[in-house]
């Protein structure tokens, strides 16, 4: 059985960090494609980072700067570093991961959340002015 554990949320004021982490049980994912999402309330999901299988990195313009992912393999974790956070990085977060081939190729390229194979719950990261 395959899950993801997502933890690391909370409420920060502007300019500060957070860590996300997205813990992975049941599977090895060096071959996946990993993402991270955020939806803020009244928007639509987007993609925030992902980071492919062969640790390849990509962004959404309005955090490129500011936010990192990164593994750590031993822990089998996905992470997402956000420093210099703003007010509207307000957003429940979410991870996924996926394996097939379609995904590693165009990682990071635009694949909605919804076609994650697997997908964490969400955490609140909520940023005050």
């Known amino acids: 059985q395959v899950a993801l554990m997502v933890s690391g949320g909370g409420s920060v004021q502007s300019g500060g960090s957070l860590r996300l982490s997205c813990a992975v049980f049941?599977?090895?994912?060096?071959?996946?494609?990993m993402g991270w999402f955020r939806q803020a309330l009244g928007k639509e999901r987007e993609g925030v980072a992902a980071?492919?299988?062969?640790?390849?990195?990509s962004y959404a313009d309005s955090v490129k700067g500011r936010f990192t992912i990164s593994q750590d393999n031993a822990k089998n974790t996905l992470y997402l570093q956000m420093n210099s956070l703003k007010p509207e990085d307000t957003a429940m977060y979410y991870c996924?991961?996926?394996?097939?081939?379609?995904?590693?190729?165009?990682?990071?390229?635009?694949?909605?959340?919804?076609?994650?194979?697997?997908r964490g719950q969400g955490t609140q990261v909520t940023v005050s002015s």
């Open positions: 049941g599977y090895s994912y060096r071959n996946y494609c």
């Open positions: 996924a991961a996926d394996p097939r081939s379609y995904h590693n190729e165009y990682c990071g390229q635009g694949i909605p959340i919804y076609e994650y194979n697997y």
């Open positions: 980071l492919d299988s062969h640790g390849s990195t």
